[in-house]
């Protein structure tokens, strides 16, 4: 990937088109026109759609906390002498979220000017007539896309939420919205990645420069996920199976999957994209958030480097990979040796950690959607609707890539435990896990899984905690939590809002 200047389209300020011919992120100074002297021709609407992509980053940038951290997958190091997290990153651990916590509030905000800035492109496009019905369609189908997956995420995080799929005659109407219900979310995301499926080309179709856009198979891989979250395992079944079509593959060694030199390889349908090793601002930085602190260099290979010390795999997924699993290695790491030569007992999450040439600016993309959780998704549809039967073939493909022995001979119930086990250790780290743990449970047997994990670390925390005491409410999951709370502000700037039960 080339240079991806950061763009928000806020208002309708856009940036006039590039004049040379680069990769489809590149972007240049997004607050030169007015959009409505913008959108004339097809450079401009790929400007407006580039943009929409680069918010992208700022969304992924933070999942981790709420789609992570919230669950038994990793929990967090403390940091003694700086307790200002307490009521921020570090309630998602503890379950202590409430309607005032800072980083639910930059995540509603974010999804929802990501959402204007991909209507008011949408809208816009309809009247651009110097481009061909065939971009305009590809175009569109992207916006689509982005706008299902952020309507996605806000569903499964918060229940109903405000639903808007055109621009807003003005600023004031923002503040009278009420909350749509699931259903009609649901509706929506569908309706968008139905026609987005319809109208983007297949991944094959791509110019090299333009990797990493969504695709046909994006919009039916994210679809399929959609209807196994509605548990509507027909629908599921066929709409995944379309993906198998359209030319995809597990790659060969899993550490592939995630290396820099292979980005939106064979098996990635989705993921959004990073560029480390200069100044132009679109870098990743996950793994100087996911090192231990005081490792220095020992994991990021820069001595000056000060990692956080988020998002550290817990005892309880250390634990659940099986014996000789090869993606173990890839996924985690259950330490590290100091400069002092001393090794440190302290997990880190090591699928993104790669070389790099400038501190803090690493080249790792982030997936969202891959070929492996695709096979997943379908063999759980088909053991939902009747038995294991044909299901083993894609179960048995992800574990023969871990170097693992094929499942056989499970009845319908033991096969849902062998998928949630396999999609934990596949898909560990990936932002996955607190919507798995939704998706195949009550909220009571949610609540009792986290709580068992809960006490578990309270009485041997993964991480020493330095002194630092639990208090009463730690580690307390109630079952309202499995929706998180509205932002408070949201509550005092629109009357029609309600908050969710227990917040």
């Not at 992208?56 to 999942?63: A, E, G, R, T």
């Not at 806000?154 to 503040?175: H, K, M, Q, W």
């Not at 198979?217 to 629908?235: C, I, Q």
């Not at 958030?289 to 817990?314: H, Y």
Request: aromatic content about 12%; charged content about 25%; overall charge negative.
């Amino acid at each position: 990937m080339k240079n991806l200047y950061k763009i928000s389209i806020l208002l309708g300020l856009l940036a006039t088109a590039s004049s040379c011919k680069k990769s489809f992120l590149d972007l240049s100074d997004p607050t030169k026109k007015n959009a409505d002297k913008f959108y004339k021709d097809e450079d401009q609407v790929k400007q407006a759609v580039s943009g929409a992509y680069s918010s992208l980053q700022d969304h992924v940038n933070s999942q981790y906390i709420f789609a992570e951290m919230s669950s038994d997958n990793t929990t967090i190091q403390l940091n003694p002498s700086d307790r200002g997290q307490t009521d921020r990153v570090e309630a998602f651990e503890f379950w202590n979220v409430t309607a005032t916590n800072v980083n639910i509030a930059d995540m509603y905000n974010q999804s929802y000017n990501a959402l204007y800035n991909i209507n008011f492109a949408l809208a816009k496009i309809e009247g651009v007539t110097a481009i061909s019905d065939a971009k305009k369609a590809q175009y569109k189908g992207e916006l689509q896309f982005m706008r299902a997956y952020y309507y996605f995420n806000l569903v499964r995080y918060f229940g109903g939420v405000v639903l808007i799929t055109e621009p807003l005659a003005n600023s004031s109407d923002a503040f009278k919205t009420a909350r749509a219900t699931e259903a009609e979310v649901y509706a929506q995301i569908i309706k968008d990645l139905t026609e987005a499926a319809n109208s983007l080309p297949e991944k094959s179709a791509y110019a090299a420069a333009d990797l990493g856009r969504a695709s046909k198979g994006s919009a039916l891989g994210l679809l399929g996920k959609v209807y196994l979250t509605m548990k509507d395992y027909a629908k599921a079944e066929s709409t995944l199976r379309e993906v198998l079509t359209l030319g995809y593959s597990l790659v060969a060694n899993y550490a592939d999957v995630f290396a820099i030199n292979n980005k939106n390889n064979i098996e990635s349908l989705f993921e959004v994209q990073y560029q480390g090793g200069n100044n132009l601002g679109e870098w990743s930085s996950f793994i100087y958030t996911f090192a231990p602190r005081n490792s220095e260099g020992a994991v990021t290979g820069f001595p000056t480097s000060r990692p956080a010390g988020w998002n550290i795999p817990t005892r309880n997924i250390i634990s659940e990979f099986e014996a000789n699993d090869q993606r173990k290695a890839v996924a985690l790491k259950e330490g590290y040796t100091n400069a002092a030569g001393t090794f440190v007992a302290i997990p880190f999450v090591n699928k993104y950690n790669h070389p790099h040439t400038i501190e803090g600016r690493t080249d790792d993309n982030w997936p969202v959607l891959r070929y492996a959780d695709v096979l997943l998704m379908l063999a759980e549809a088909i053991n939902e609707q009747r038995g294991p039967g044909d299901a083993y073939q894609y179960l048995n493909q992800v574990r023969r890539r871990a170097g693992l022995a094929d499942r056989t001979a499970l009845s319908q119930e033991s096969f849902r435990t062998a998928i949630r086990h396999e999609r934990r250790v596949e898909l560990a780290f990936e932002n996955d896990r607190w919507f798995d743990l939704k998706r195949a449970f009550t909220s009571t047997q949610m609540a009792a899984i986290l709580n068992a994990h809960g006490q578990a670390e309270k009485a041997s925390p993964t991480v020493d905690r330095g002194g630092v005491p639990f208090t009463a409410n730690d580690y307390k999951f109630d079952e309202y939590e499995a929706l998180y709370p509205i932002p408070d502000r949201q509550l005092f700037l629109d009357e029609n809002l309600k908050q969710n039960p227990g917040y």
